[in-house]
């Protein structure tokens, strides 16, 4: 199983998402409302295989508000 970790801004807050299976594409025209996706490493998988948020965050952190 491969896992895909990227934010999405909702109400102007970067929110962390993990998409399973494929990778995440961008909707034309919205490139500012997402993140690059990375595929999650396996220091941040857990023993039962899932993606666990505290580290995500800490290795990818959120980008920086301009706003």
Same mark, same amino acid.
Request: with cysteine; hydrophobic share 35%; aromatic share 12%.
């Given at each position: 199983?491969? $896992?895909? &970790?990227?934010?999405?801004?909702?109400? =102007?807050?970067w +929110?962390?998402?993990?998409?399973?299976?494929?990778? *995440?594409?961008?909707?034309? =025209? /919205? /490139?500012?409302? &997402?993140?690059? $996706?990375?595929?999650?490493?396996?220091d +941040?998988?857990?023993?039962? =295989?899932? *993606?666990?948020? =505290?580290?995500?965050? $800490?290795?990818?952190?959120?980008?920086? $508000?301009? /706003?």
């Open positions: 199983m491969s $896992a895909w &970790f990227r934010y999405e801004r909702h109400f =102007g807050r +929110c962390p998402v993990v998409y399973h299976e494929e990778k *995440p594409g961008v909707p034309k =025209g /919205e /490139e500012d409302l &997402f993140t690059a $996706a990375v595929e999650v490493p396996a +941040c998988l857990s023993t039962s =295989g899932e *993606p666990m948020f =505290g580290r995500l965050q $800490a290795k990818f952190p959120a980008p920086v $508000a301009t /706003e």
